[in-house]
């Protein structure tokens, strides 16, 4: 329970900042309430205590010192969950290819454009993970959007480490796959060798318990223990030692792998690697990882889908122009999705937004509640925080959105995003927004 | 190419035994399923790749093996096997080549020695292999780096097959050795550690590595093998290293393939050496100078397994070799190599000198038999070595039972260059057809409306080299055609529109002169167009609407823009002040009139020469032989006159003896000319000419009168700006007057049907119900539009049906540009006003392709017309139906794109 480490501070903090928030319950009138657990509820209440969904449903009674937001004639779901995203750091990737005792917290900077447009848009968690130009590129951590600092954001620390199966434009793919399983040879004959330890260590005590000898002398062994000594200074030991223990918790299943195929015949790889190191992984893909799509749906690994959703390709041979529709080849495999979004300058407008995405899924067969799923439950099942955010159940952590009408349509904004029981976003008090739609408003 | 008689029984036999087994199991099963994915090819001629060549043969596949190869009266199929008659085919195994870059070769790692990297990680089995199986090629080695001494291990893969599993049939075949020069140059490594720099982890300097000479290169070679030799690390030493000797005394200990590329004398006998040092087992590759090895095979056969051979040449290049100086012998040809290694009983294989040219190895192994090779042994080259030598003949390399079904069909005998390779298959499956381009399309619908109102429920239109080639309920239709389905749908012939303004890319101003070819001017990228065709309308005629007489060319709307006929009509237009406007195109017409029929008569007489012509070479011929004749004649009477003059000097000596003798003596003389003349003509003539002309002499010199040779009609003068007018007066493109209010067009057809008797057809017509019994009683066709549907006198006129009740002959025009895709809706509301569907769709096809006399080619859904083709989502001129899809030509241009 590393959550629980991390929120307590974040508890702390918000009574002594803000005690009065944090003691008011708050309750939510909603026109409709999409839970995604369970059916949508008209004129539905949710009731908010100490920063957790205290009850969800129709008709409940409102304590009298709540404080009430009417979302009448509005729609209130969970907070939307970006799946894998590098934006929330300074900068995507190391120049050193090997770096997986790396984390991104050290990286995250809570002030930037990219989560402020995230409590915007109604993302309320997000996958920090390191960018795609790496061999093993670090750890991942799941932020809430809303937050001061680093560690007030921090819902898992260790979400998983980032492995990328594409070589630098200069390097060959030989080479990076065999670098990629020195180390994680490496890595398991370390975990081997940590098990047998312990074995013998366990034997060696039974043995003695049954000699009855004196139990200092035990004590004094199990301190010999290879595990590394908090508190030593960074060297060339602690460093190595870093990066082993980080692949280690990798393949002890202890951490998920991103693994990015940037094309369909990495999507091979990546599985036969899951399958030879019993990796935990979440396939992150590029464009052209469709044309994998069969084996993908052999493997039953969770999927990322690249952030372009159709786009036209032209038959080398032919000249033919073919409309690609990644959503509908992966949905017709049964796979199911989650995608991802992108805030760079080439991206498409549409897909910066989450929503979006979904709709277009939506557009090309996906049926509304399963798109929903997609951009809420199942990006937190895979990151493995579903018993904190991704639906709206008695227990879970209080981020949920408020928005002006149906998830998926254009016309619908986003009214209040709400993080931890608290308003992070307020449609508005939204300057910029109104600045742009209406600049002659002030 | 005799039969090994006793192989080949064998085989059958035993094929014979397998077949009794199966078909016992399969009566006993559930046997459609499974004789469904039965397949046999018959061919002329079937090369198993080994000794044998079957002629008449049939192969036999299952489930992407074969099942059984034998001659075509030997082998029983169980019924429901799928035939496949390939006619005088010749049927090959696919091409092994031993040596291919296509794992991304070229980019190799850092280290000198890297024996740990895999080609098989750098492969894309998603590539697109199509250009290579065109070549034949099914099955490759993929080689790793290309640039260090010990690059990788190689692998092989097959080029096509179901899975990736199913397609990979070693993926650690071979350890790489390069000796040659291109390994020659590594370079050094630097490599930080990871974390701080301190006193205690200084900054380490850059790495060199060995191998910048042939010794050096080879030195390290030992240095690897005599490490490995000496056995693996521990498990706590240096992991790099580890893996790297674990690697090495793999291919060592259990005498693995080594793969050594060596091309010169010294590295070869250094790559000899090695081997016979560490008792490897090697494969030689791209060895130019083999010297005294081709002589004294014993001294290095039993380390070398085989050689694999470049081909050195590239295909439609032309490559220098080296200047002849004297001192040195040049390096001989790969193939005199090949001649000399076969013989030494060496395995050989080809492979080509790049990686662009593979999908050529064909004609490249075909240069093979320049060293008296013969086929069968070229083509052992490239299918059964390579695969024993890369270990993986029992999957792949010839044909027999329980092998892969890959095979390559040959349009002849394998290595002579006109042979084409016609379909390439692996695993079973077709992966190469050349005839693509000839691709067939089923289009099936609920309806097929053929545009001379028959209407087909529940049809197809099979579609082929872009004309229709089936229409009906049941379509022949080849197997492996394209079939789309339109559940509910509706094919209509595509829409003809007889007057627009798209096709150059903007608007068309000025003046153009009857002569322009406005078909020279057409921009296929013209963004109008695509507009246009997403109405259904598929053909247009496109020209000026100017008052001056103007040229319209017919065109297609595919992404090409295809001309059907410049200029398919001429275009006048009567309107304004009559008294001025009709003069003046009359003066225009007499003048045309007057071109056209100069020309015209210039024509017949022309004609009329040919044959005057052709008359006069009989004559003149039978005149020079009546001259010769007569000639021979007047010589021999001379004689005669002479001889009788003789003889009347003579009559009182030797009276009684000449008669005998006069016979034949004059039939000597007269055969000489006779013979001659007949060796120029036909024989027999001139004895059917001699009677004639010794009973009526008269006559005969009545008839050797020289024939006169027929005057060549003289050639009318040319005129571009009247040429046009030609086509029009012969009646083989129409006028189409712009004609509107009721004197307008009286007059129109006064000028042009009764005055000059052109193909007349009126455009607009707008008041043409007014004058409805003139048009009818002349049968002059209109084409309707823009406007359709009028108020006049307040009452509303729906011209195209008061046209139809006068069975008056009509078409549409738009007049638009983007606005030609809103004709059809156009139609629409003139149906919703009272004309009938079928002859409102009779107008837009049929009938518009008859007014321009293209009839034959368009207009109608019917066998041989060209595939134009809209697919509707009902019947045609209801509000609800929407255009589907359109094809022109055979190709779709346009799609509904599903949004939903």
């Known amino acids: 329970m590393k959550h629980r480490s991390t929120t307590i501070p974040l508890l702390l903090w918000g009574l002594l900042t803000a005690q009065i928030a944090a003691a008011q319950p708050l309750a939510i009138k909603a026109g409709r309430v999409i839970p995604i657990a369970g059916k949508p509820l008209e004129d539905g209440v949710i009731l908010i205590r100490d920063g957790k969904i205290d009850a969800v449903g129709k008709g409940l009674a409102i304590p009298i010192d709540a404080k009430v937001i009417d979302a009448g004639g509005k729609t209130v779901m969970p907070g939307f969950v970006d799946v894998h995203n590098p934006s929330g750091m300074s900068q995507a990737n190391e120049r050193n290819q090997n770096v997986p005792f790396l984390s991104v917290v050290d990286s995250i900077d809570p002030s930037r454009t990219y989560f402020k447009e995230s409590r915007r848009n109604g993302v309320t968690t997000a996958a920090v993970v390191p960018g795609n130009s790496t061999m093993i590129g670090g750890q991942a951590a799941v932020v809430k959007t809303a937050g001061r600092y680093v560690d007030d954001m921090i819902l898992k620390r260790h979400a998983g480490l980032k492995i990328s199966l594409s070589p630098g434009s200069n390097a060959s793919r030989m080479s990076h796959l065999a670098n990629l399983r020195k180390e994680l040879d490496k890595a398991r004959r370390a975990v081997k060798k940590e098990d047998e330890e312990q074995r013998e260590k366990k034997d060696a005590v039974e043995k003695k318990n049954a000699e009855d000898k004196d139990a200092d002398q035990g004590q004094a062994d199990r301190d010999a223990g290879g595990v590394a000594k908090p508190g030593a200074s960074f060297n060339a030991a602690s460093s190595a030692e870093q990066q082993l223990a980080a692949m280690k918790s990798l393949l002890r299943g202890q951490m998920s792998a991103f693994i990015y195929c940037q094309n369909a015949m990495d999507v091979v790889q990546a599985i036969r690697l899951t399958e030879q190191y019993k990796l935990k992984t979440i396939l992150v893909l590029g464009q052209d990882c469709y044309r994998a799509a069969q084996e993908i749906a052999a493997s039953k690994l969770p999927v990322i889908l690249g952030e372009t959703l159709v786009f036209w390709k032209t038959d080398p041979r032919t000249g033919d122009d073919e409309k690609i529709v990644v959503p509908k080849i992966f949905h017709e495999n049964k796979i199911p999705l989650t995608f991802q979004i992108n805030d760079t300058s080439n991206a498409t407008l549409g897909s910066r937004y989450l929503w979006y995405q979904a709709a277009t899924a939506v557009k090309y067969g996906v049926s509304v509640e399963e798109a929903l799923e997609s951009i809420t439950l199942r990006p937190a099942k895979i990151l493995g925080v579903d018993q904190f955010v991704g639906s709206l159940e008695p227990g879970k952590d209080a981020d949920l959105v408020i928005l002006s009408g149906h998830p998926l349509k254009l016309n619908t904004w986003v009214e209040k995003t709400i993080v931890g029981g608290e308003v992070v976003y307020d449609r508005e008090q939204d300057q910029e927004l109104r600045g742009l739609l209406d600049p002659q408003a002030d | ?900």
Request: proline fraction near 6%; glycine fraction near 8%; include cysteine.
């Open chain 2, 1 to 900: 190419m005799k039969l090994n008689h006793c192989n080949w029984w064998s085989h059958a036999l035993q094929g014979a035994a397998i077949w009794c087994l199966a078909s016992c199991v399969w009566s006993g099963g559930a046997a459609g399923v499974l004789a469904a994915t039965v397949d046999a090819y018959f061919a002329g001629q079937i090369w198993t790749g080994t000794e044998v060549v079957l002629d008449d043969a049939v192969l036999v596949v299952e489930g992407g093996r074969i099942v059984e190869v034998g001659s075509r009266d030997d082998v029983s199929l169980p019924a429901g096997t799928r035939l496949h008659e390939l006619g005088e085919a010749v049927i090959i195994p696919g091409l092994v080549v031993a040596e291919t870059g296509l794992a991304g070769g070229s980019r190799d790692g850092p280290e000198t020695i890297a024996p740990q990297l895999k080609a098989i990680d750098g492969f894309d089995f998603y590539a697109d292999f199509h250009r290579l199986l065109a070549g034949g090629v099914t099955t490759v080695q993929i080689s790793p780096g290309s640039n260090r001494l010990m690059p990788g291990q190689g692998a092989v893969v097959k080029l096509g097959g179901r899975s990736i599993d199913e397609r990979t049939l070693a993926d650690a075949e071979s350890l790489r050795v390069l000796l040659s020069s291109a390994s020659r140059n590594p370079p050094t490594i630097y490599e930080p550690p990871v974390g701080a720099v301190s006193v205690d982890r200084p900054l380490e300097p850059s790495k060199r590595q060995l191998g910048r000479s042939l010794a050096s290169a080879v030195a390290a070679l030992r240095a690897t093998f005599l490490a490995a030799e000496k056995g693996v690390p521990a498990e706590n030493q240096d992991p790099d290293e580890r893996l790297l000797l674990r690697t090495v005394a793999d291919y060592r200990e259990n005498r693995r393939t080594v793969r050594v590329t060596a091309s010169q004398l010294a590295e070869v006998r250094a790559a000899v050496r090695v081997a016979k040092q560490f008792g490897l087992r090697i494969l030689l590759v791209d060895p130019l100078q083999l010297g005294a090895y081709t002589r004294y095979p014993e001294q290095w056969a039993p380390m070398v397994e085989g050689v694999i051979l470049n081909a050195s040449i590239r295909p439609g290049q032309i490559n220098n070799r080296p200047v002849p100086d004297g001192r040195r012998a040049p390096p001989p040809l790969p193939w005199e190599n090949a001649r000399k290694l076969v013989d030494a009983g060496m395995r050989v294989a080809i492979h080509a000198a790049d990686d662009s040219d593979v999908h050529e190895i064909l004609f490249l192994a075909g240069l093979f038999q320049q060293g008296g090779l013969s086929q069968r042994e070229v083509l052992r080259m490239l299918t059964e070595w390579p695969a024993e030598l890369l270990g993986v003949d029992d999957r792949v390399g010839s044909l027999r039972a329980g092998k892969d079904a890959d095979f390559v069909v040959l349009s002849d005998q394998p290595f002579q260059t006109r042979t084409r390779i016609l379909a390439t298959y692996v695993s079973g499956q077709r992966h190469f057809d050349r005839d693509i381009s000839e691709k067939s399309t089923l289009v099936r619908a609920a309806a097929v409306y053929d545009g001379m109102g028959q209407v087909i429920q529940d049809a197809a239109v099979l579609v082929q080299g872009g004309l229709i080639r089936g229409v009906g309920r049941d379509v022949s239709a080849p197997l492996d055609a394209e079939s789309r389905q339109f559940p509910g749908g509706v094919i209509v012939p595509g829409f003809i529109d007889l007057h627009t303004g798209i096709g150059i890319g903007g608007p068309l101003t000025g003046t153009i002169s009857v002569q322009t070819k406005l078909g020279d001017q057409l921009d296929s990228g013209d963004p109008a167009v695509a507009v246009a065709r997403q109405g259904g309308v598929t053909t247009v005629l496109f020209g000026s609407t100017t008052s001056s007489p103007t040229p319209l060319v017919a065109f297609k709307l595919g992404d090409t823009l295809r001309v059907l006929r410049d200029p398919a009509a001429i275009r006048f237009k009567l309107d304004g002040n009559l008294t001025l406007t009709a003069p003046a195109l009359k003066r225009t017409l007499t003048s045309a009139k007057a071109y056209a029929d100069a020309w015209r008569r210039y024509d017949e007489q022309f004609k009329a020469y040919q044959e005057q012509k052709k008359a006069y070479a009989v004559a003149l011929a039978k005149y020079n032989e009546a001259k010769k004749a007569a000639e021979a004649k007047a010589a021999e009477k001379k004689k005669e006159d002479e001889a009788a003059k003789k003889k009347s000097s003579e009559a009182g000596k030797t009276a009684d003896e000449k008669p005998t003798e006069d016979k034949p003596d004059r039939q000597q003389g007269d055969g000489k000319p006779e013979e001659k003349s007949s060796s120029s003509e036909s024989a027999g003539a001139p004895d059917a000419k001699k009677p004639a002309s010794d009973d009526a002499k008269p006559e005969a010199d009545a008839e050797l009168k020289e024939p006169t040779k027929p005057k060549e009609p003289t050639k009318p003068k040319a005129s571009s700006s009247l040429e046009p007018y030609r086509a029009l007066f012969a009646g083989k493109i129409p006028a189409l007057v712009e004609a509107n209010r009721p004197a307008e067009l009286r007059e129109a057809v006064r000028i042009f049907r009764d005055e000059f008797m052109l193909k007349l057809v009126i455009a607009g017509g707008n008041d043409a119900m007014r004058v409805a019994d003139l048009l009818a009683s002349k049968e002059v066709a209109v084409a309707t539009g823009p406007m359709l549907v009028r108020t006049v006198d307040r009452r509303l006129v729906n011209l195209p049906q008061v046209l139809a009740n006068r069975q008056i002959p009509f078409a549409f025009q738009s007049r638009a540009t983007t606005g030609v895709s809103g004709l059809p809706l156009a139609v629409t509301y003139s149906v919703g006003k009272g004309l009938a569907a079928t002859d409102a769709l009779n107008g837009l096809t049929a009938n518009a392709a008859r007014l321009l006399s293209l009839e034959q080619r368009l207009g109608q859904i019917a066998v041989g017309k060209e595939a134009d083709l809209v697919v509707l989502s009902g019947p045609p001129f209801e509000l609800s139906s929407r255009v589907l899809a359109v094809m022109i030509d055979g190709r779709w241009v346009h799609e509904e794109e599903q949004t939903r």
